[in-house]
């Protein structure tokens, strides 16, 4: 049962992306205005504000989610049905993708570090790549939100997607770590010859005009890379998502936090990501786990594994990697 349908919540999501789009301004036209590098203790502030923000988000959204069941003439006198229960389920659905998307974003933040060395950005115009190519995902993430509201409804597509996950899981267990050179790949290729690039970064700029015609500067190549990535991350995230639970409007609102503090943590993390050697054995099995609750573990469980089980398992793989990389990677003395 989905209880906030788009076709009657559909203010909250308005209001929700007007909520998205001013704090995107404000971080952008005001806070880094002017392009700088981003240092670990500035990055180290946004993450716990973006991770402050969210958890606040979820606190009032468990007292809307409890108004309305409290109040909504359609659940009052419902068998079985309790109120506060659902609500704290509703918030713990809500943390549990929250979570799950900021440990599969750790991938995303690989990527971006292979991405800007191999562009050559420098540091202080990272942020602003990292920007725009974050509001290109928000517009992805939407669109895949959408469709997987409706595609999740037919039990076959639950099976497939969870069936995707497994093999991801697996496959991300036996994929090699070491850097991987763009120079190869397709989308670069096709990029090149699809625009004309001026080979060196002209400040912040996305575009130059040169002999009278415009070419793009390494940092459009470096935001059109990043915007395909995503694109490719998605295929796994928001399934991910819909394993924990079927409310689009908790599955949006969780991915876009999630995304909103990417780059933050990115800046956090870019001096210390070759110490989780073992993060991949954690995201590996978390997307194994959410592909088995999809396959399997619902069905087993009356149609819904317990929501706060699935938070402790998640909780308890992303926890352990880390815990074991920073153990292995600790100096002596």
Known sequence: MVFFTFAEYWWFYIAFTAFVLVVLGLDLGVFHKKAHEVGFKEASAWTALWVSMALGFNFIFYLFARHHFLTDPKYLGLPGFDPEAQAKTTALEFLTGFVVEKALAIDNIFVFAV???????????????????????????????????????????????????????????????????????????????????????????????????????????????????????????????????????????????????????????????DRFVFIKYGLASVLVFVGLKMVWLDQAFGGKFPITWSLSVIGALIGSSIAVSLSVNRKPG
């Open 115 to 273: 991405v800007f060395g191999y562009f050559g950005i420098p540091k202080k115009y990272q942020h602003r790549v990292l920007f725009w190519g974050i509001l290109g995902a928000l517009v992805f993430r939407a669109t895949f939100i959408a469709l997987g509201s409706v595609l999740t409804q037919y039990h076959g597509v639950v099976i497939f997607f969870g069936a995707l996950l497994i093999a991801t899981g697996i496959k991300m267990v036996f994929a090699g770590s070491a850097p991987r050179d763009l120079e190869g790949t397709f989308i670069v290729r096709q990029l090149k010859r699809v625009f004309r690039v001026h080979p060196q970064v002209e400040g912040q700029k996305f575009f130059i005009r040169k002999n009278g015609l415009i070419h793009v500067t390494p940092l459009f190549l470096a935001l059109i890379f990043l915007e395909l990535s995503d694109i490719v991350f998605a295929v796994d995230s928001v399934p991910a998502i819909f394993a924990l639970t079927r409310e689009p409007l908790i599955v949006f609102t969780s991915n876009i936090f999630a995304i909103l503090g990417l780059r933050s943590m990115y800046f956090m993390l870019a001096g210390v990501m």
